[in-house]
């Protein structure tokens, strides 16, 4: 099978960055999100985050030339785009309920054999299928881009035991040829490879710089530049990845691993997290996070 055309549903970070990816490798991209609840355009979010793509800050997402090969819509309008893709990337919030009432939706509009994908950082491809069609289970997989999706070069990718390998192998050979991404084949455990231990450690940090009354300046300057992530620090990679993904990440990863696994400890929930995301301090795609640069443009909030 070939991939010509793609769909991405969920237009957030990780969303709007891997159809913008899309994009920029030349392939045509329907990019849907919910219905907006408010105004007169149904499909605002999704043409909102396009509309972010092109900023030139933090870094250029997308190419404005290549913004044509983008086409927003929502959820309940624009369905029917879905009958004309060969692989549709789910990249919604990180909840197993929510991602599988998707996929009822999508099964009975999208292109038979077209492949569909979740973005998914932590929840286990057995759990995701739980209750879907035969059919669907065939075609599904999970490719975890990385983020921001254009610069990262790795991406995890996961069959069941359902999966059809042309469906694998085309996938894996889109993202190596056209998309650019070391594509690691991973087995089906909690948070992969990369999360499994990448969440840990964030976490880690997190947990020792709070309790130990660090100030987030002072703990990147240990763990950031030190250890590999000059640009960001390990608070500025959570103020990019989203503060509130952190829970939804640790509450999958405490569902999945075992009682006695030592990677538990980690995962327990910090109140200064908890209370930063509860004021819209979910990071750079909200009033800030630990640094105050946010999505539009690096502004300072008060
Ligand atoms: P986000 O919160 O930035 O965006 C989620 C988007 O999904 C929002 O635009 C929201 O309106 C939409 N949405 C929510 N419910 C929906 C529904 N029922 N149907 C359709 N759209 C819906 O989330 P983010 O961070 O982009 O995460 C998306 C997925 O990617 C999650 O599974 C997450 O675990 C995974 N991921 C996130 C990474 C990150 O750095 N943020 C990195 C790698 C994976």
């Not at 509130?244 to 990863?253: G, Q, T, V």
Request: hydrophobic share 45%; aromatic share 6%; with cysteine.
């Amino acid at each position: 099978m070939q991939i010509k055309r793609a769909a991405v549903i969920g237009s957030g970070v990780m969303g709007s960055g891997i159809a913008a990816h899309f994009a920029n490798a030349g392939i045509p991209v329907v990019l849907l999100d919910i219905p907006a609840k408010e105004g007169d355009d149904r499909s605002a979010i999704a043409k909102g985050a396009v509309q972010r793509l092109l900023k030139t800050d933090p870094a250029p997402f997308m190419h404005p030339k290549n913004a044509k090969l983008v086409t927003p819509g929502n959820l309940e309008d624009d369905l029917a785009l879905l009958a004309d893709v060969d692989w549709i990337v789910e990249a919604i919030v990180e909840n197993p309920a929510v991602k599988a009432d998707l996929y009822r939706r999508i099964d009975p509009v999208r292109k038979a054999g077209s492949v569909v994908s979740s973005n998914t950082s932590t929840i286990p491809l057995g759990v995701l299928v739980e209750g879907q069609s035969d059919a669907f289970r065939r075609d599904f997989l999970i490719t975890h881009f990385f983020n921001p999706p254009r610069y990262m070069r790795l991406l995890e990718i996961v069959g069941g035991e359902a999966t059809r390998p042309d469906a694998l192998a085309a996938v894996a050979d889109v993202c190596d040829r056209a998309l650019g991404k070391g594509v690691v084949r991973c087995k089906d455990t909690p948070g992969f490879i990369a999360n499994r231990i990448g969440v840990y450690w964030i976490q880690t940090a997190i947990n020792a710089a709070v309790d130990l009354g660090l100030t987030v300046e002072e703990a990147d300057a240990i763990v950031g530049r030190p250890m590999g992530i000059p640009k960001t620090g390990v608070f500025g990679l959570v103020d990019l990845v989203g503060l509130d993904l952190m829970p939804h990440i640790a509450k999958s990863l405490l569902a999945t691993l075992p009682e006695n696994d030592p990677y538990r400890a980690a995962f327990r929930e910090h109140p200064v997290i908890t209370r930063m995301i509860a004021e819209g301090y979910t990071g750079r795609k909200g009033k800030g996070g630990f640094y105050r640069l946010n999505r539009d443009g690096g502004a300072k909030v008060k």
